[in-house]
């Protein structure tokens, strides 16, 4: 069998094997990346392969690893991920979805859009959950090292790793720092690159190539109003018009997009926003809230989070001069208009002012918090940016400003951005790809604006982002969400994104171009690993 057609089978067993992101089920896909690293007779001779158990994780998942350990210190990264997105999008497909060549042909009579329908009668592209992002990068780099670890007296290091959880919280990824520094030290590693192998959108028939990725910064707005019948609704202030207020100001605003090496970041956008009333009465909401994220190329925490907070006073003022104005139409002989005194805060704010309050009261407050919200997610109640409402809403009970009050906080997942740029190996790498690859067939970007991995490979700008996001993030607990920061800072490699052509990612027409999974894709790794080594 050729090597392009083993990399086809190696793709279809993985994606036969449901892997759905946060679930237990991802240790069935890790159990037969592991036999495929033993198959290799260099790497079972050498014991130099393994699962690393992932520290307090429910669902008992490893970073699967693997190093072909040739001569001296440089060293490849060679880095995916093999978990993927649930199956709920399929339908009645549901039960193919997993099973690519059953699946193409019963799409065949399905009525999908132009350039779908043309995918399904080639025999360029292979259908199925999971086939382009990524388990098809698995496949390549796995019988990429499995080609170079053949080769006698190899010159340098191949490090394969996969890894659980990129597409919920970034477990596997965040876990991956520690393992990283454990292995660069008992094998005497020197990391000169890390290659993604995540999937690329083609928008001008190139093949796209990046060398840095976008961040991502949820903030979490929390509105605490005065609650008031609705027959008497000047006697409070509704959460709801601030909070409203807040999205018009940040929605789609292009003043917070990033711009840097030539590229801009899209403007953020709300993925959430309510009342927190949990039955109908005849009331405005006591409370209301919402969560959003930045896309970032340069701006930190630091500056997100007083930006946002400027925005929140405007629109409180705004909120605060409408009910004024108000008042007066409907009151005209009323002189004694109720004031709201403007009343904005970081969590920080709030945590240390409950701390002042009582201490110890606190942090069993917290304590009991974190409880309730592990039942509730495993119930599947709420969902992970949600539980940031429940911690700050007991603190406010706790503290009681009983004035209408605004949170700002900040939720998990945090996404710094990476920048190879500023790497000092980028230039000799910089060389050798303009050296190896033609313009003509690739093109070069800076930034891969799908979000990756890559977030935790070095961390830039750290002062701007460590205290702030520790600080502001209610979920930042041990056994709960933390980024290890000091691990991340002391990485310092380039890194490149270079996988195979996908298109529909996260939908039921999730695709993946063959020919980039047999030929190009490999080629491209396989030629800069023997330039760089």
Not at 119 to 145: C, Y
Not at 181 to 192: A, I
Not at 228 to 251: C, D, M, W, Y
Not at 330 to 353: A, G, M, R, T
Request: aromatic share 10%; with cysteine.
């Amino acid at each position: 069998m050729t090597q392009s057609n083993e990399t086809l089978k190696l793709l279809y067993e993985l994606v036969s094997i449901p892997s759905s992101t946060d679930t237990d089920m991802e240790t069935r896909v890790e159990s037969l990346i592991l036999e495929k690293l033993k198959s290799i007779p260099k790497l079972q001779k050498d014991n130099t392969l393994g699962l690393e158990s992932i520290e307090h994780d429910s669902h008992k998942r490893s970073i699967v690893w693997g190093l072909l350990k040739g001569s001296g210190k440089e060293t490849i990264v060679l880095l995916n991920h093999h978990d993927v997105v649930d199956t709920h999008d399929y339908d009645n497909l549901q039960e193919l979805a997993y099973s690519p060549i059953q699946l193409k042909e019963a799409m065949k009579t399905g009525n999908f859009s132009k350039d779908v329908m043309l995918d399904l009668q080639s025999e360029d592209w292979m259908f199925g959950r999971g086939t382009a992002d990524m388990k098809g990068g698995l496949s390549i780099q796995l019988k990429l090292l499995e080609k170079f670890c053949k080769k006698e007296d190899f010159n340098g290091n191949i490090l394969f790793l996969s890894v659980p959880d990129e597409e919920n919280l970034s477990l596997g990824m965040r876990s991956s720092s520690k393992l990283l520094h454990t292995l660069s030290k008992t094998y005497n590693l020197n990391y000169k690159l890390l290659i993604n192998s995540e999937p690329h959108e083609r928008t001008n028939g190139k093949f796209q190539i990046y060398d840095s990725s976008v961040g991502k910064t949820m903030a979490v707005v929390y509105v605490q109003g005065q609650k008031a019948h609705i027959g008497k609704v000047f006697e409070g202030l509704n959460p709801l018009s601030i909070l409203a207020r807040i999205q018009i100001h940040t929605e789609l605003n292009s003043d917070f997009s990033d711009s840097a090496l030539g590229e801009i970041s899209t403007p953020p956008s709300w993925s959430f926003a309510r009342d927190f009333k949990e039955n109908y009465d005849a009331s405005i909401p006591g409370a209301a809230g919402g969560y959003l994220s930045f896309l970032t190329l340069n701006s930190t925490p630091k500056k997100i989070l007083n930006t946002l907070k400027d925005v929140c006073s405007v629109s409180f003022e705004e909120t605060v001069s409408h009910y004024k104005k108000e008042y007066k139409t409907v009151f005209p002989n009323q002189n004694d208009i109720p004031d709201y005194p403007s009343n904005i805060k970081f969590y920080e704010e709030l945590h240390q002012d409950a701390m002042e309050k009582d201490p110890e009261k606190t942090k069993k407050i917290l304590s009991q918090s974190f409880e309730e919200i592990k039942e509730q997610l495993s119930l599947g109640k709420i969902s992970t940016p949600e539980c940031n409402f429940i911690i700050i809403n007991h603190l406010l009970e706790f503290v009681a400003y009983n004035t209408p009050t605004i949170i700002i906080a900040l939720s998990p997942p945090y996404y710094p951005h990476v920048t190879s740029c500023s790497n000092k190996d980028y230039k000799e790498l910089s060389g050798v790809m303009h050296q190896l690859f033609s313009k003509e067939e690739i093109e070069f970007s800076h930034y891969f604006m799908g979000i990756s991995d890559l977030s935790y490979v070095g961390l830039q700008n750290g002062s701007e982002i460590i205290p702030y996001v520790s600080k502001n993030m209610p979920l930042w607990k041990k056994d709960f969400y933390t980024i290890p920061f000091a691990d991340m800072e002391s990485l310092t490699m380039p890194t490149l994104i270079i996988g195979p052509w996908g298109k529909d990612l996260h939908k039921k027409t999730e695709r993946v171009y063959i020919p980039d999974l047999i030929e190009n894709v490999p080629n491209y790794i396989e030629q800069l690993i023997i330039s760089l080594l």
